[in-house]
């Protein structure tokens, strides 16, 4: 008896240590393969940025005002760097006045790789409320596939700030459009570390729940007239936003030439309509949890998937999965103590499926679908052209490229052309 109680308390102690490390990087055994980091060194800096002159909808129609964008930049570093990792310190939690430590692989202001860049950009936009660490293990994994990665705090949105939602509803695709505007400069000015180091005329934009919000509207979607005339923000705030716009059209970046929407929050209130997604042309990846109970999969996500008439786009599914599919990192061990409605744990957490799968699995679609669109990798095709069965198949069969048997359960991949 002493034996096994001596086995429990290592069992239980050695998990908490485990846990204790609040590891963004993790990696399961039965991770796919582009799953796995890439072939460069990561760099880390944070970086501060000001939206000068912004309208300020919770104030008033003519209030102005300045807004702070703080990012996370991930980067490829020079191969002599030492791969030690760090922490990323003092990160507020989700529901909580607690901060917390995170662990990852990233070396803190490692010298960036010259000589291999430039790198496609990745901009990366949290949920309502969220934080640029959020989703954090695809910033890693990314610049470790050779991608400068920029992951946003978005003023009036984060887990410190968190204010009025019609701010989120007016500047979010904004927000990221003005980062890919200011990243490409100073990767053109003659100093700092971004210098000579992107190529952002390949950029590409990854948004969670209402960054995925932001993401279709970046990628084209004109706003409807019903999302002007719902009332969640005040008069005019959202006219810059409405399709068919001249502010709407003038706001199509070039450079952006791929987006991914993951849990996309919008399309059940009916904030786009046909013409709306018929204005997003480039190639889109759309994930989502068959389970969502904010965005709605069948009413809300799948629409914008099928309705993007005119983009190249893919779609993942995890079946059962809720609004917190594949985007969120795992929960840190401070927020393992208590679960419940408006807990810090059922933030981040899934029901039914591991944060860590989800990630794992997200990563290797990332990475081939950035490859394919940015980087023009045809050898990239062949992870996303899969034959799409229902979970409820006996798909333990199904063997798709890079997953290993039996580990495509409950997953469903489908392929639109453009024009269908």
């Not at 002493?2 to 908490?16: D, E, K, N, S, Y």
């Not at 009025?164 to 890919?180: I, Y």
């Amino acid at each position: 008896m002493r034996q096994l109680l001596v086995i429990f308390l290592l069992a239980v102690t050695g998990g908490m240590t485990l846990a204790q490390d609040n590891r963004i990087d993790q990696r399961l055994p039965d991770a796919p393969e582009l799953a796995q980091p890439g072939p460069h060194t990561v760099g880390v800096r944070t970086v501060d940025l000001l939206y000068a002159d912004r309208p300020d909808v919770l104030t008033g129609p003519q209030a102005r005002y300045d807004r702070p964008l703080r990012l996370e930049i991930w980067y490829p570093a020079e191969p002599e760097t030492a791969n030690t990792g760090g922490p990323y310190p003092n990160v507020k939690m989700a529901n909580s006045t607690a901060t917390v430590t995170l662990h990852g692989q990233a070396v803190r202001d490692a010298a960036p790789d010259h000589v291999s860049g430039p790198f496609p950009l990745v901009i990366i936009s949290h949920g309502y409320p969220g934080n640029r660490y959020l989703l954090s293990p695809f910033g890693e994994h990314l610049a470790s596939q050779g991608y400068v990665v920029a992951s946003i705090d978005h003023f009036e949105s984060t887990y410190e700030n968190k204010l009025g939602f019609a701010s989120t509803l007016a500047n979010r695709s904004p927000d990221q459009l003005f980062v890919l505007n200011r990243i490409a400069a100073m990767s053109g000015e003659g100093d700092g570390f971004l210098s000579g180091l992107v190529d952002a005329e390949n950029s590409a934009i990854i948004g969670y729940s209402m960054g995925g919000y932001g993401a279709v509207i970046s990628a084209g979607a004109g706003l409807s007239q019903a999302a002007m005339d719902s009332g969640m923000a005040p008069p005019t705030a959202l006219d810059a936003l409405a399709a068919n716009s001249d502010a709407n059209r003038a706001a199509r970046d070039p450079r952006l030439k791929a987006a991914v929407t993951i849990a996309p929050w919008g399309a059940q209130l009916g904030l786009w309509d046909a013409a709306g997604l018929a204005g997003i042309e480039i190639p889109l990846l759309v994930i989502g949890g068959t389970q969502d109970e904010i965005s709605d999969y069948a009413g809300g996500i799948r629409r914008i998937f099928e309705g993007a008439v005119n983009a190249e786009r893919y779609m993942l599914s995890f079946q059962g999965a809720g609004h917190n599919a594949a985007a969120p990192m795992p929960p840190p061990a401070e927020a393992l103590q208590q679960g419940g409605p408006g807990s810090p744990y059922e933030h981040y957490a899934d029901f039914v499926w591991s944060n860590v799968r989800m990630n794992n699995i997200a990563q290797h679609f990332l990475t081939a679908f950035l490859g394919l669109t940015l980087k023009a990798d045809d050898s990239m095709a062949g992870y996303l052209d899969l034959a799409s069965s229902p979970w409820t198949e006996p798909a333990g069969d199904r063997t798709w490229p890079g997953f290993a048997p039996r580990t495509t359960r409950g997953l469903v991949v489908e392929h639109l052309p453009s024009g269908r």
